[in-house]
Each structure stands twice: as C-alpha cells, then as structure tokens.
Nanobody, 124 residues
Framework: QAQLAESGGGLVQAGASLRLSCVTS????????LGWFRQAPGKERDFVAA????????EYAASLKGRFTISRDSAEKTIYLQMNDLIPEDTAMYYC?????????????????WGRGTQVTVSS
C-alpha cells in the first residue's frame, strides 16, 4: 500500500507560483512510480506529471510542460510540483498518485493509489 500525503495548496492570484508536496514512505518512494493529477469541478481527473519508479524518467502533460515542473527529494521521501504563472484554469484539486514498479507513462494511463488531494484555487 502506497503512502501519499499532499500539501501546499491554497488560494493565489493569477500569475503567482505554488509548490505542492507529496510526502511518501521510504518503500513508496523507492518502489513506486509517483506523480500528480488534477481534477477541476465537474471535470475528469487529468494527468499532470510523473516519475518512473526509482526516478529515472519523467512524463508531463503537454499543455503544462514549461509552467509545471516535477521534482523529488530522496532524503525527504517527497515529490514536488512547482507551478508557475498560474491561471484560473489551473484551479483544481491536485492529487498525488502512485503505481508499484511502474513507469511514468503507465501512471499517466492510470494510477492504483491516490492521496487525499490538496486544493489549488487561482483567482483572476
């Protein structure tokens, strides 16, 4: 069972930046593909970015690459999502997700484990 705990969401104005965190356990960090999804009100959950298990490679949603960056800290067993130049359309619940021994592309196509999410609201 993956352990995932998101934080860092909040209410910001358009143009601002936020960094989301997803704290995991040692086994989760080492053995799972880890990434981020988001779900806006009334819409489906969409892929944002992910790492292969072990952190070897990354995958991004094409529309977000350049503004959003995924990163990881092995010492903290945490992955991050740096979000820059936020726009109101980025308003959503952001979820950390994981697949055991998976690829980033595989996680993009479906995650087995989910965190509870952290809300990001961008005002115009």
């Amino acid at each position: 069972q993956a352990q995932l705990a998101e934080s860092g969401g909040g209410l910001v104005q358009a143009g601002a930046s936020l960094r989301l965190s997803c704290v995991t356990s040692a086994s989760t960090f080492q053995n799972y593909a880890l990434g981020w999804f988001r779900q806006a009100p009334g819409k489906e959950r969409d892929f944002v970015a992910a790492y292969d298990w072990g952190g070897g490679g990354t995958e991004y949603a094409a529309s977000l690459k350049g503004r959003f960056t995924i990163s990881r800290d092995s010492a903290e067993k945490t992955i991050y999502l740096q979000m820059n130049d936020l726009i109101p359309e980025d308003t959503a619940m952001y979820y950390c997700a994981a697949n055991p021994y998976g690829s980033a592309v595989g996680l993009k196509n479906g995650a087995r484990y989910w965190g509870r999410g952290t809300q990001v609201t961008v005002s115009s």
